[in-house]
Nanobody
Framework: QVQLVESGGGLVQAGGSLRLSCAAS????????MGWFRQAPGKEREFVAA????????YYADSVKGRFTISRDNAKNAVYLQMNSLKPEDTAVYYC?????????????????WGQGTQVTVSS
């Protein structure tokens, strides 16, 4: 079992930055690929970024590549999403998710555990 709790969301102006954190419980956190997804009002949940449990390989959606950075600290059971150059279209609830696969999936249904989400609002 893995429990995930996100934090760090908030209101920021376009061009600003936020750092989301996801705290995980569970002894085997280091064996889970971790992902960030988001869901805007009236839209489907979409993949944002992911990181493998081995070697820390990272993957990004085209819409955030070059602006967002995912990282993990297995010693702290945490994963982070540094978001720079934020745009109004980044406004969404952001979710942290854990997958027992080594290579993270871009599909939410392949993730085993989810956090409750944190709201990110970017004003223009």
């Amino acid at each position: 079992q893995v429990q995930l709790v996100e934090s760090g969301g908030g209101l920021v102006q376009a061009g600003g930055s936020l750092r989301l954190s996801c705290a995980a419980s569970g002894r085997t956190f280091s064996r889970y690929a971790m992902g960030w997804f988001r869901q805007a009002p009236g839209k489907e949940r979409e993949f944002v970024a992911a990181i493998s449990w081995s070697f820390g390989r990272t993957y990004y959606a085209d819409s955030v590549k070059g602006r967002f950075t995912i990282s993990r600290d297995n010693a702290k059971n945490a994963v982070y999403l540094q978001m720079n150059s934020l745009k109004p279209e980044d406004t969404a609830v952001y979710y942290c998710a854990a997958s027992s696969t080594e290579v993270p999936s871009f599909t939410g249904s392949n993730y085993d555990y989810w956090g409750q989400g944190t709201q990110v609002t970017v004003s223009s």
